[in-house]
C-alpha cells in the first residue's frame, strides 16, 4: 500500500517537473523569439513630429436654395421649352464669381424655366421662346449650392422677382443676379435658464458691420417652426453696437416656459443690410424653465 502511495507521488511529481520543464523552453525559444522577429526600425525610415489636422466637416449651403412670390404655384413640374431668347444672370459667393451652380427661374407666375449652369464669371443663361416675361423667384441645385457656396448664406439685398421685360432672338431679358456671404455667428446658443437669471445673447463681430438690428422669436416647442410671435415689432427692434444684448426687462413677452431664437441683422455704416445669422425654423437658442423645472 504504501509503494503504491509513493509511486503516485514520484509519478504526480514527475509531471509537474516535466510541465515547467516545456512552459520555460516555450517562452525561451518562441515567445522571446516571436517579440525580437519584428521589424526593427530601419534608419531609412522617415521620423516626423508633424501630422496633418482634422479637416472640418463642411457646413453646407446655408441660404434658401428657392425663393418664390407668395402666389406662386407649389407645383413646379410644369416647365417651359426652351427657345430663340435668353435671360442672363448671374450668382457671386463673397464678392466672387462662382462657377457651376444650376439653377432655374420662376416665370409668368405659373410655369419654370429650363435649368442653366453659370460659367467661370458667375453667368447663366436660361433659355426661352420669344415673348414678354416677370420674374417671380428661383431655384437652385441643392447638391451644387452645397458644394460650392458652402457656409454662405443669402446676401439680403437678393432681387427675387422682376418687372415685365421682352425676350426676342438678339434681345436679351435681364435675370436674377444673386450674391451669397458669410452669416453672422451666433453664440451660446441651445441655453436652459432660470427665469431669474441674466439672458444674453451674443454673437462674432461682422466685418463692416457698423451696428446690429436684433430680433428674437417665442415658441412653445424646442422643434416648432418660428412664427410671428416675437419679442418686438419689427420696426422697433433693438439695435446695438455691441456683439452681445441683455434681453431682461427689454419685453414682458420674455417668460418662463418658452423657447426662444434670436436674429441678428448686420447693418453697415450707409445703413444697409449687409448679412444676417439666417433663420432657424425648428430648433432653439435658449429655453427659460418654468418655476417647477428650476433646481432649488
Do not use: C
Not at 436654395?65 to 402666389?71: E, L, M, R, T, Y
Not at 430680433?215 to 415689432?233: A, C, H, M, S, W
Amino acid at each position: 500500500m504504501f509503494k503504491k502511495f509513493l509511486s503516485g507521488v514520484v509519478f504526480g511529481a514527475g509531471f509537474a517537473l516535466s510541465f515547467i520543464v516545456i512552459v520555460i523552453i516555450y517562452f525561451q525559444f518562441f515567445f522571446i523569439d516571436s517579440i525580437n522577429s519584428r521589424t526593427p526600425y530601419k534608419e531609412s525610415e522617415e521620423i516626423t513630429t508633424e501630422v496633418s489636422s482634422v479637416s472640418k466637416p463642411r457646413l453646407g449651403f446655408l441660404g434658401s436654395s428657392a425663393v418664390f412670390s407668395g402666389d406662386f404655384p407649389s407645383d413646379k413640374s410644369k416647365t417651359l421649352s426652351k427657345g430663340v431668347g435668353k435671360i442672363i444672370g448671374t450668382i457671386y459667393a463673397e464678392g466672387e464669381p462662382v462657377k457651376g451652380i444650376e439653377l432655374r427661374l420662376g416665370l409668368n407666375g405659373e410655369v419654370m424655366s429650363q435649368w442653366a449652369t453659370t460659367d467661370n464669371t458667375g453667368r447663366y443663361e436660361v433659355n426661352v421662346p420669344a415673348g414678354e416675361y416677370q420674374i417671380n423667384g428661383y431655384e437652385i441645385d441643392f447638391q451644387t449650392a452645397n458644394k460650392y457656396l458652402s457656409g454662405l448664406i443669402d446676401e439680403p439685398r437678393n432681387n427675387h422677382s422682376s418687372d415685365i421685360f421682352k425676350v426676342s432672338d438678339g434681345k436679351d431679358g435681364v435675370g436674377l443676379s444673386l450674391s451669397f456671404v458669410k452669416p453672422v455667428i451666433k453664440l451660446n446658443t441651445q441655453n436652459e435658464l432660470n427665469i431669474d437669471q441674466e439672458v444674453i445673447i451674443s454673437w462674432e463681430t461682422y466685418p463692416e458691420a457698423a451696428h446690429y438690428m436684433i430680433q428674437v422669436y417665442r415658441k412653445e416647442g424646442p422643434t416648432d417652426y418660428i412664427t410671428n410671435d416675437t419679442l418686438f415689432q419689427w420696426s422697433n427692434r433693438e439695435k446695438t453696437t455691441s456683439t452681445s444684448l441683455k434681453l431682461n426687462g427689454l419685453s414682458e413677452k420674455l417668460e418662463p416656459g418658452f423657447y426662444y431664437v434670436f436674429e441678428v441683422h448686420a447693418i453697415d455704416e450707409n445703413g444697409k443690410h449687409i448679412s444676417g445669422s439666417g433663420r432657424q425654423h425648428s430648433s432653439f437658442d435658449f429655453y427659460i424653465k418654468k418655476p417647477e423645472e428650476q433646481i432649488q
